[in-house]
Nanobody
Framework: QAQLVESGGGLVQPGGSLRLSCAAS????????MTWYRQSPGKERELVAL????????NYTDSVKGRFTISRDNAKNTVYLQMNSLKPEDTAVYYC?????????????WGQGTQVTVSS
């Protein structure tokens, strides 16, 4: 059973930085695309960043391009999200995610989330 555990959230001032980590277990981490999502109160969950299994391809939502960097260490079964130049609108619960297709159906796996609050 896939398990994802996020850490690294907290309170930071505008312009500050945080690094989120997501430790994975229960599946062959290195072959799976990993993503970070976020959700603010009253808003839908939003895809923030994606990284393929070998780390060769990354993608970002427009609002974080140039500020956030997704990376992974397949030896440690961990994916990271480095967040720089944080803005109040980045405040959200951040979730780590991956998915599998089982008998043709997509099954998503989520961590418990980590709160990021950007405020002065």
């Amino acid at each position: 059973q896939a398990q994802l555990v996020e850490s690294g959230g907290g309170l930071v001032q505008p312009g500050g930085s945080l690094r989120l980590s997501c430790a994975a277990s229960g599946f062959t981490f290195s072959i799976y695309t990993m993503t970070w999502y976020r959700q603010s109160p009253g808003k839908e969950r939003e895809l923030v960043a994606l990284i393929t299994g070998a780390g060769s391809t990354t993608n970002y939502t427009d609002s974080v391009k140039g500020r956030f960097t997704i990376s992974r260490d397949n030896a440690k079964n961990t994916v990271y999200l480095q967040m720089n130049s944080l803005k109040p609108e980045d405040t959200a619960v951040y979730y780590c995610n991956t998915w599998k297709y089982i008998s043709g159906s997509r099954h998503d796996y989520w961590g418990q989330g980590t709160q990021v609050t950007v405020s002065s």
